[in-house]
Structures are given as structure tokens and as C-alpha cells.
């Protein structure tokens, strides 16, 4: 079960993969949930693959080719299914095996990696669909509960040194480097994770859209296990 009590209204729960795809992001709205129980064994597929990086994509050839128990069939066969209705839905779906992201350690007082709470932004209409099958889950965060970092006067300051031009170029500046994208989560804020199974569509800043964001993160890998993460 998804965790509701703090998630502003802005979460909504659907039965079936065409319920999630035609559920429209409307007001506070701005993720949806495909709740599920997935059967079989992940944890065998990752134990299958050698991880010689951080990151691996792990593409359905290769996934078809491991040999794996009846269990490990089951949750093969729920990827592959996944996969193929997000790709006949105009989605590009990636499989990753995750030990840990690169940090971003460029500006200390402000990290643009993925452990950051951001947004996705695209110049077209798209929506941005994940699933964690295995290992730590990405979190959302109410877009109450954050506010843009580069709104913060303290940090504002720090990018202006960084910048160092003249103020009409300023905001051009953190948009070309996607500062903008980034938000702080409030003191008492609560991040709600995403689970394990359940299949989201979360709103992605472009042009058309008619609700804010969706404000999202990597998980801090702090159980050991390595991640199996769908996302396009």
C-alpha cells in the first residue's frame, strides 16, 4: 500500500495499466499510481547480471537470456511486460541495475545530482513513468512541502557569485546549468516513497502542462542492495 496521509492530494491510485496512461494530471494531481503486488523473484535477476559500474542498462536480449528459476521467469515475464506496453504507449523504457548514482560535488552548496529533490523538464508533452522492482524506491515530495533552491536568498547569493555576469543574464544562467529544476524540502516536509511494483506516471515540466511538476529523488542506497529500476 501507498502511504496517503501526507501526500497533499496530490496522488492518485489507479487498478490497471490503461487507467494509468489515460488518467489526466488535473489540480494538485501530479502523480499517479498503478498499485501492485508483483509476483516472482526480482532479487535473482539482479543477482544474475555482473555489475562492473555503478550503472548498467540491462536490455531485453540479455534479460531473455538469463537463466533463471520459475520465480525468477515470473518477474521477468512482468518486465518484459511492462516494457512493451510503455514502448506501444510512445515511451522509450530503460532497465537499470543501480549500485549508486555519481555526486555531484562541482558546487558544494548546491548539488545538482539525482539525490536532489527536481523535476523533469521537456520542451514536448511527456510524462515521466518509473518502476522499482527491487531495492531502495525513489521518492516524491508534495510541491507544498519544498521550495525552488534558487528562490533561497542564501543560495541565490552563492549562484550570483558563481554566475558573476550582468543581472539580465541571471535566470537564462540557471536554466542553462538547471539550477531551476532543483527545490529544498521543507523543515517538516515528508517524503513519500514510491514502494516496490507499483508502476507511476509522474508530471514533467513542458510547456502544455497544466499542473506543477512532480518533485522526485533517487534513494540514498542505504540498505546495500542493488536497484532495479525501469524509467523513461
Avoid at 176 to 183: I, K, R, S, W
Avoid at 191 to 197: K, Q, T
Wanted: charged share 25%; with cysteine.
Amino acid at each position: 500500500m501507498i502511504n496517503l496521509s501526507h501526500a497533499d492530494n496530490q496522488i492518485h491510485c489507479v487498478a490497471n495499466f490503461k487507467d494509468l496512461i489515460s488518467m489526466p494530471f488535473q489540480e494538485e494531481i501530479n502523480a499517479i499510481c498503478w498499485t501492485r503486488k508483483l509476483i516472482g523473484d526480482f532479487s535473482e535477476i539482479v543477482k544474475k547480471v555482473a555489475l562492473n559500474g555503478n550503472i548498467a542498462t540491462l536490455d531485453q536480449e540479455e534479460l531473455r537470456e538469463l537463466q533463471l528459476s520459475d520465480q525468477g521467469q515470473l518477474a521477468r515475464d512482468i518486465i518484459l511486460n511492462d516494457l512493451k506496453v510503455l514502448k506501444a504507449h510512445g515511451a522509450s523504457p530503460i532497465l537499470n541495475l543501480i549500485k549508486c548514482y555519481e555526486r555531484d560535488d562541482a558546487y558544494p552548496f548546491f548539488p545538482t545530482d539525482v539525490y536532489s529533490f527536481h523535476v523533469d523538464r521537456s520542451p514536448l508533452p511527456v510524462d515521466t513513468f518509473l518502476c522499482t522492482y527491487h531495492g531502495d524506491s525513489s521518492e516524491i515530495l508534495p510541491n507544498s512541502q519544498a521550495e525552488q533552491k534558487v528562490l533561497v536568498p542564501e543560495i541565490r547569493d552563492e549562484l550570483k557569485k558563481l554566475y558573476g555576469g550582468a543581472d539580465e543574464g541571471f535566470e537564462s544562467f540557471l536554466n542553462e546549468y538547471f539550477f531551476d529544476l532543483h527545490y529544498l524540502a521543507k523543515p517538516k516536509a515528508r517524503p513519500i516513497s514510491l514502494g516496490i511494483g507499483h508502476l507511476w506516471k509522474l508530471a514533467v515540466d513542458h510547456p502544455e502542462s497544466q499542473v506543477l511538476p512532480c518533485l522526485h529523488r533517487a534513494p540514498k542506497e542505504n540498505t546495500g542492495q542493488i536497484r532495479l529500476l525501469m524509467i523513461c
